[in-house]
T-cell receptor
Framework: AQTVTQSQPEMSVQEAETVTLSCTYD???????LFWYKQPPSRQMILVIR??????QNATENRFSVNFQKAAKSFSLKISDSQLGDAAMYFC???????????????FGTGTRLQVTL | GAVVSQHPSWVICKSGTSVKIECRSL??????MFWYRQFPKQSLMLMAT?????????EQGVEKDKFLINHASLTLSTLTVTSAHPEDSSFYIC?????????????FGEGSRLTVL
């Protein structure tokens, strides 16, 4: 079974600074997707960034970038120039590729609560 | 991106009653939808996979008779909490992806907060 581990329950960063959230996962698959989702107090799940396992290039989305280390099964999220609006719960998630039904479910980590201070 | 709508966003009910939560994909068709449950300050736990036109697939430990799932069309899945009790109080979230997509992304509804008195 696939598992996703986030070892940092809480992180804090000052506004305009950079923070990195850690995520490791375990899978025997070679083709899969990895995601970082943000959940603000409204509890709406918002996709931050996605990575396809077959792509070696790390994904970037504006101030958000990932460090994807496939061999190490590591998928960290870097937030640059942190803003107050970045404060939220962040979930790392894994999804098998080319499967349907239950086999294509998203498996989430336990989450990291990010605080952004002035 | 694709839009998933969930209704109601919050509901309060008396113990012993049943509550139905709807999950709709507004601009795409979905053969599969997922129902998650989230307790305060915890992660999302998959309850069941809703399959259009067939029975739902439940995760281990989830009571099928308590959490009835129906996926009658390609755009609608419903979760009915039957004979609700206070321990069923939680945040329920559905998600889906267009069957035509190859991005792997799942889109989430706004969630439904259930409080059972």
């Amino acid at each position: 079974a696939q598992t996703v581990t986030q070892s940092q329950p809480e992180m804090s960063v000052q506004e305009a600074e950079t923070v990195t959230l850690s995520c490791t996962y375990d899978t025997s698959e070679s083709d899969y997707y990895l995601f970082w989702y943000k959940q603000p107090p409204s509890r709406q799940m918002i996709l931050v960034i996605r990575q396809e396992a077959y792509k070696q290039q790390n994904a970037t989305e504006n101030r958000f970038s990932v460090n994807f280390q496939k061999a190490a099964k590591s998928f960290s999220l870097k937030i640059s120039d942190s803003q107050l609006g970045d404060a939220a719960m962040y979930f790392c998630a894994y999804r098998r590729a080319r499967f349907t039904g239950t086999a294509s479910k998203l498996t989430f980590g336990t989450g990291t609560r990010l605080q952004v201070t002035l | 991106g694709a839009v998933v709508s969930q209704h109601p966003s919050w509901v309060i009910c008396k113990s012993g009653t049943s509550v139905k939560i709807e999950c709709r994909s507004l601009d795409f068709q979905a053969t599969t939808m997922f129902w998650y449950r989230q307790f305060p300050k915890q992660s999302l736990m998959l309850m069941a996979t809703s399959n259009e036109g067939s029975k739902a697939t439940y995760e281990q430990g989830v009571e099928k008779d308590k959490f009835l799932i129906n996926h009658a069309s390609l755009t609608l899945s419903t979760l009915t909490v039957t004979s609700a009790h206070p321990e069923d109080s939680s945040f329920y979230i559905c998600s889906a992806s267009p069957w035509t997509t190859n991005t792997g992304e799942l889109f989430f509804g706004e969630g439904s907060r259930l409080t059972v008195l």
